[in-house]
């Protein structure tokens, strides 16, 4: 009788469905040493995820870099309102401005009787003090020099009296940022390699406890690939599990920053609370798990694999 | 008297062969024979003499440093690396130690060579029925190999290697860790399947089943063919 044989796809799909199914059932009978081996992988993700979230959140924090490299425009006393809404509307336009806002002299005058309690000094005053002024949120990927020449620009007008530009604080709040985000990606990289490392070990192990069953595979004519497959899919899982262990860690630690860190920001009377991980940097931590567990088990097979023959 | 080879066509050549193991140790030296396709054939001879090497050499474990090996008339020097697991898939092997996995079930063990074959499930377990019915452990497919006895293992082994269909089938000691009765039953197994055109290349101390069978032996000495026959020790009449 002829033997069926599935076509291709079939059975490649179908040995890779019965190998991952079968390599996530052999961890599940070994939870101990699956908890353990995941653990590793999840601390060295979760590790560089909290820090990446704690830059984002200082981001965050200081109101945003954008906001703080305003630049506000103080018209002269003599322009009038429609001029200066003229001036507003041209500035709106420009390519470097996100946003411009017109403030008139008496909107200037009523915002700052709200805010103080100085109405009484500005009734003794025979004028309004208060210029009418324009303020610009320059677009996020306008550089620092970018923001210099618009301001040369501002400046060089009849109408404008004084222009305002203090990104100082800004610059040096982004370059702290920048660092920990570099020292984020470094981290991540020098505990990626340890979780290789810690993977490949495993995966070591693994090879050693199953030498008998290679062996068996390997003299009845398994190919490579049918032999290294279930250490590959154990690496996925190992990684895969870290990854979930990674975003746990991350959610307890934003849990149980939340409550002082609202405290603290009450006492600024600020507007901010901590974020989680958004759905990017989530699926970046699962994959990146994926991804370093199979390195570790690819390192550990190519190594060790090719050694295991009948005694 | 010795039963012919069925035909003249030969699956396994051996010309001239040598085996070096590392550390300079001749293990073959110059070995000629040749086995016939649907031959059962014996190699005899004391340990160190060069039976397993001889079986690892036709499964491509290792490397003749000299001559030529070739199956179906290819020389087996010209197998790449990568080629090795297609070279032994079309062969059948059976070991004194039986080599089961024991953390899986009788049929399972059996199923592996039609799994990495990527037989299609229906099949898989027609054949591996199939094979357990002809090794008389219909039945028993759901034990684990440690519930069987050495004979049973020896069995499921013999169910493994045939379970493919292979041309040819190895078989290092396969009576050695089986009692005088058990090994008969194994040597009478491998004759039907012998009989069902299987070439056997079996390497073995037990001459006396040689002789009881009255297939053609092959005497290794110092790794090359001796002609002196040996005695056998003990007689199958005791059994």
Known sequence: MTLQRPNFLQRWLGEHARVCVAAFGRQWRDPIGTLLTSLVIGITLALP???????????????????????????????????????????????????????????????????????????????????????????????????????????GRDS??????????????????????????????????????????????????????????????????????????????????????????????????????????????GAFSLRGPDPQTLAVVLGAGAVLGLAGAWLAVSRHLGRVEQR | MIKPPA???????????GCRYKGGVDVLNGLDFKLARGEMLFLTGPSGAGKSTVLRLAAMQLRA??????????????????????????????????????????????????????????????????????VGL????????????????QRAGIARAIVARPQLILADEPTGNLDPRMALDVMRLFERFNEAGVSFLIATHAIDLIEQ??????HLEAGRESQARPEAASRLTAI
């Open chain 1, 49 to 155: 995820t909290g820090l990446h979230l704690l830059v984002e959140n200082l981001r965050t924090a200081a109101g945003g870099l954008n906001e703080t490299r305003n630049i506000t425009v103080f018209l002269k006393d003599g322009v009038s309102e429609s001029d200066g809404r003229a001036l507003n509307t041209s500035l709106a336009k420009r390519a470097e401005v996100a946003t411009a806002t017109y403030t008139s002299r008496d909107q200037a005058l009523k915002d700052f009787r709200a805010r103080t309690d100085l109405g009484a000094v500005l009734d003794a005053l025979e004028t309004n003090p208060l210029p009418a002024s324009i303020s610009i949120t320059p677009r996020t990927e306008e550089d620092a020099a970018g923001l210099a020449v618009l301001a040369k620009d501002l400046r």
């Open chain 2, 213 to 218: 069978l009255g297939h053609r032996a092959i």
């Open chain 2, 138 to 153: 219909l039945g028993r497919e759901k034990s684990l190999p440690r519930t069987l006895s050495g004979g049973e293992q």
């Open chain 2, 65 to 134: 440093t000299r001559g030529r090996v070739l199956m179906n008339g290819k020389d087996l020097a010209g197998v790449r690396a990568g080629k090795v697991p297609a070279h032994r898939r079309e062969l059948g092997m059976i070991f004194q130690d039986f080599q089961l996995l024991h953390d899986r079930s009788v049929f399972d063990n059996i199923a592996l060579p039609l799994v990495i074959r990527g037989l299609s499930h229906n099949d898989l377990a027609r054949r591996v029925r199939a094979a357990l019915d002809a």
């Open chain 1, 160 to 269: 404008v009296e004084r222009v305002l530009l203090d990104d100082t604080w800004s610059q040096r709040l982004s370059g702290a940022l920048a660092v920990a985000s570099r020292l984020a990606l470094l981290l991540a990289v020098a505990l990626g390699i340890a979780a290789v490392l810690a993977m490949g070990n495993t995966i070591r192990l693994d090879i050693e406890s199953r030498r008998e069953e290679i062996v068996v595979m390997k003299l009845i004519g398994a190919p490579p690939g049918f032999i290294r497959r279930p250490f590959l899919y154990a690496g996925l899982w190992y990684g895969l599990s870290g990854s979930v262990f990674a975003i746990l860690a991350v959610y307890i630690a934003r849990y149980a920053l939340n409550a002082p860190v609202n405290h603290l920001v009450a006492l600024y009377e």
């Open chain 2, 7 to 17: 035909t003249s066509e030969h699956i396994l050549e051996f010309e001239d062969v």
